[in-house]
């Protein structure tokens, strides 16, 4: 276990060292799997879909703030959605300015979010989102991560319908609108997920901010109970139906990425806690102090032995 605790620190340590250059590498790689999945799953307008645009930018997105890599993620998935339908794209412009909109009013600081949740949604470990971000955040955040959601499934929604969008001529283009509009509200998933990554991060906010022993241990696994119930319930009320293989697969991975996160930032001593009373004019007050783990890095010496003689003790 000391193995670990020394590792951390030595991550930590070198992270400060070199943050400025590892702080845009990751946005980088972050821009590039937003952009490739983007051009993977809805690449209809061939001059976007090459690695060559994704690089570039992600390029770009590595030297600016999270902000101007959802703008472009906009307009990549804007440019590819016009070329299979203009009014899915009129849908999708709506919804991206209702999003821009809760993005400057509530949170701007989540961008990453609306980004980051269709990314875990598409590598089937959606239960991740609400814990990690229940654990990290507070809850307005709730409202990126379910704008989060919707983007995911519209663009699922897109992806799916690729060649009914594209083909369908017969109807005119008001009848289209309110047909695509009835589709996506009706999809009793997404309005499933949405609730079920609500309420998970409203239990795992407070419960972590309890003053008790273990509270984001605790956290994590009462924001895990809680998404299969919600998930139960949803099936219940609305006849979702959902993979059990799949929700518990994705349930232990949820809950390993967050004890991952747990050790690397909230890593605490509850054996030496200790409480403190002081007083001023006008309040008492009542203090818990729990400590951080902290591991001195071993002082490693190296003392060079050299046996060979100087040369000018073999001179006779």
């Known amino acids: 276990m000391i193995g670990l605790w020394v590792f951390r620190e030595k991550l930590r340590g070198f992270y400060a060292r070199f943050d400025v250059f590892i702080n845009p590498l990751i946005r980088f790689v972050f821009g590039l799997v937003v952009f490739h999945m983007l051009n993977g799953n809805l690449g209809a307008m061939a001059r976007l879909n090459s690695s060559l645009v994704e690089v570039v930018l992600a390029l770009v997105c590595s030297v600016l703030p999270y902000g101007v890599m959802v703008f472009l993620a906009g307009i990549l ?16 412009l709506v919804l991206l300015l209702f999003i821009l909109i809760l ?18 949604f598409h590598l089937k470990i959606p239960y991740a989102i609400p814990i990690l971000v229940g654990l990290s955040c507070g809850l307005s955040s709730a409202v990126t991560v379910c704008c989060g959601v919707m983007l995911f499934y519209v663009m699922q929604y897109i992806k799916q319908n690729m060649g009914t969008l594209s083909g369908d001529t017969t109807l ?22 949405m609730a079920t990554c609500a309420v998970g991060i409203l239990v795992v906010y407070l419960i972590r901010r ?107």
């Open 77 to 92: 998935l804007l440019a590819h959605v016009s070329s299979i339908s203009l009014e899915m794209a009129m849908i999708l």
């Open 103 to 120: 993005y400057f009013g509530l949170q701007p600081r989540d961008s990453y979010l609306l980004l980051l949740t269709p990314i875990f």
């Open 210 to 316: 309890l003053p008790v022993n273990f509270s984001w241990a605790i956290a994590i696994v009462a924001g895990a109970l809680t998404q299969i119930g919600a998930i139960f319930i949803g099936d219940f009320l609305f006849d979702v139906s959902v993979s059990m293989p799949q929700l518990l697969a994705g349930l232990i991975l949820s809950m390993a990425l967050a004890a991952v996160y747990h050790f690397f930032v909230f890593a605490v001593d509850y054996t030496r806690t200790e409480y403190v009373q002081f007083e001023d004019d006008d309040y008492y007050y009542y203090v818990k102090a729990v400590p951080k783990i902290a591991v001195s890095l071993p002082d490693v010496k190296v003392q060079r032995f050299n046996d060979r003689r100087r040369g000018d003790d073999f001179d006779e």
């Open 172 to 193: 005119g283009m008001a009848e289209q609108l309110m047909q695509i509009v009835r589709t996506l509200l009706s999809n009793r998933l997404m309005v499933v997920m």
